[in-house]
């Protein structure tokens, strides 16, 4: 590929990304527009303007309280993420490496995924009580289950001759799952860890207003205690403004990055 046609392929990205861009700062003003028009002769407690919203996010910001309560509920988040993301993989692995054993196990996995992320709080509050537990374990049994099926699943879809021609060769079994599976449920582990990982944000929150005494959750709960309209939906805005940042400056970097081969591949 020459200096030109790289320049050329540049430019295209940039003039797409920027189509991209623009479209969506129109969508955002069209929604604002229409927010501020529903508000009008609604009272504040039952739907804020944006302006109103915009001077309680700007008081919650400011306030002493706001980036514990946010940084509480990450790493709440991330603990029991990152428990499932362990246990998720090495079960799917299990499984999907041992037929017999992911077979007898399937209906325990079908059970699991039918429960509630509501009944996990439930059970969590009369487990742990009222602490960062509640929240870690209604996060890793709601984000397990995603990452475990999707982990399994591509275990399964390993070519079976190559792992025969491993055994052949008398490769450990740690070596097969490290140098066959573990590459080939990659795609498969993301894809599902994406999903668990915005599953956990949404769950925490449930967890959070009956089973904790400080993070976003319990300072939701606490704004519709009061009515403080303006101030759950400034919370709202900061976990969306939260996530599209996770989503695009931490998720799609990290996936362009790990599946680079495939482009490459395509080229």
């Not at 059970?111 to 960062?132: E, L, M, Q, Y």
């Not at 573990?182 to 582990?189: E, M, Y």
Request: glycine residues 8%; charged residues 15%; proline residues 4%.
């Amino acid at each position: 590929m020459t200096q030109t046609s790289i320049s050329a392929e540049r430019a295209s990205a940039w003039r797409v990304l920027g189509g991209n861009a623009g479209r969506r700062l129109l969508l955002v003003a069209l929604l604002l527009a229409a927010w501020a028009f529903a508000a009008r002769g609604v009272p504040a407690y039952i739907l804020p303007g944006p302006a109103r919203v915009a001077d309680a996010l700007g008081r919650l910001v400011s306030s002493d309280t706001f980036w514990r309560d946010l940084g509480v509920t990450f790493w709440r988040v991330i603990a029991g993420f990152s428990l499932a993301a362990v246990a998720g993989t090495a079960l799917g692995l299990l499984f999907g490496s041992r037929r017999k054993l992911g077979e007898f196990f399937e209906p325990v996995l079908a059970v699991t995924n039918t429960i509630s992320s509501a009944i996990w709080a439930i059970f969590a509050i009369i487990w742990f009580g009222i602490s960062n537990a509640t929240t870690i374990f209604v996060v890793f049994m709601t984000a397990l289950p995603l990452i475990l099926t999707n982990v399994w699943q591509g275990a399964r879809s390993v070519r079976a001759d190559l792992v025969e021609l491993a055994r052949s060769f008398r490769m450990p079994p740690l070596r097969i799952l490290r140098t066959i599976y573990l590459p080939s449920i990659l795609p498969d582990f993301f894809s599902g860890a994406r999903l668990a990982f915005g599953f956990g944000w949404r769950v925490s929150l449930v967890a959070e207003t009956i089973g904790a005494s400080n993070g976003v959750g319990y300072r939701l709960r606490q704004a519709a205690d009061l009515v403080q309209t303006d101030q759950v939906f400034a919370w709202t805005i900061t976990l969306v403004g939260l996530m599209v940042l996770i989503e695009f400056c931490v998720l799609k970097p990290l996936e362009t990055h790990l599946f680079r081969w495939r482009r490459a591949a395509a080229d």
